[in-house]
Each structure stands twice: as structure tokens, then as C-alpha cells.
């Protein structure tokens, strides 16, 4: 069973930063065939996005619309997965979820609110 729980979401005024937590728990055998972790976001009315992802090996990718503003990183010791949010605007606005990728199967966390303020 694979675990992950998101944190640090909250209200920030535009330009201001956050840094999202994303810790999976799961045993050793699971957490080493994790092939990726990712951020994805999910606006009111909208359908989940990509935001960012980072490979076992470490290659990441953003969406152009967070691209230079985000950055994903991860802390193996720790099973942790970070997105650090810079300049954030409004349309940043939505409920963030922590997603890791195996083989045959992805879990998601439950997400975290981020509401930014104009």
C-alpha cells in the first residue's frame, strides 16, 4: 500500500511563495519502484493538470504555464517531494495533489488548497 499525504498549502497574496510536501509512505520494495513523482493542480470548473514531475533519475518537467516560477525537487532520505511556488498568481488558485507513478499502478494524495489573493 502506498501512502502520500500533501502539506503547505494555504492563502498568499500574489507574488507571494509556497512550498508543497508530498511524503509517501510504502515499503522499500514499493518506494524504489516509484518511476516518477508529480504535482498536479485541479481548479473549480477545471480538469486536473500537470504541473510538474521529476523521474526516478531525476529529469523534471513543467507546464509551460509554471515554467521558471516552480521548481520540483525531492529528498530521497526523507521519501519526500517538494514544489516550490514563486510568483504565484491568482489563476495559480486550486487544489494541488501529489501523485506517484509504479509500474502497473499511480496513487494520489488527497490534496492540498492553494488559494492565492489579487
Known amino acids: 500500500q502506498v501512502r502520500l499525504v500533501e502539506s503547505g498549502g494555504g492563502l498568499v497574496q500574489a507574488g507571494g511563495s509556497l512550498r508543497l510536501s508530498c511524503v509517501t509512505s510504502a515499503s522499500t520494495l514499493v518506494l524504489n519502484n516509484i518511476n516518477a513523482m508529480a504535482w498536479y493542480r485541479q481548479a473549480p470548473g477545471k480538469q486536473r493538470e500537470l504541473v510538474a514531475s521529476?523521474?526516478?533519475?531525476?529529469?523534471?518537467n513543467y507546464s509551460e504555464s509554471v515554467k521558471g516560477r516552480f521548481t520540483i525537487s525531492r529528498d530521497n532520505a526523507k521519501n519526500t517531494v517538494y514544489l516550490q511556488m514563486s510568483s504565484l498568481k491568482p489563476g495559480d488558485t486550486a487544489v494541488y495533489y501529489c501523485?506517484?507513478?509504479?509500474?502497473?499502478?499511480?496513487?494520489w494524495g488527497q490534496g492540498t488548497q492553494v488559494t492565492v489573493s489579487s
Open positions: 501523485k506517484a507513478t509504479l509500474p502497473l499502478y499511480v496513487y
Open positions: 521529476i523521474t526516478r533519475g531525476g529529469s523534471t
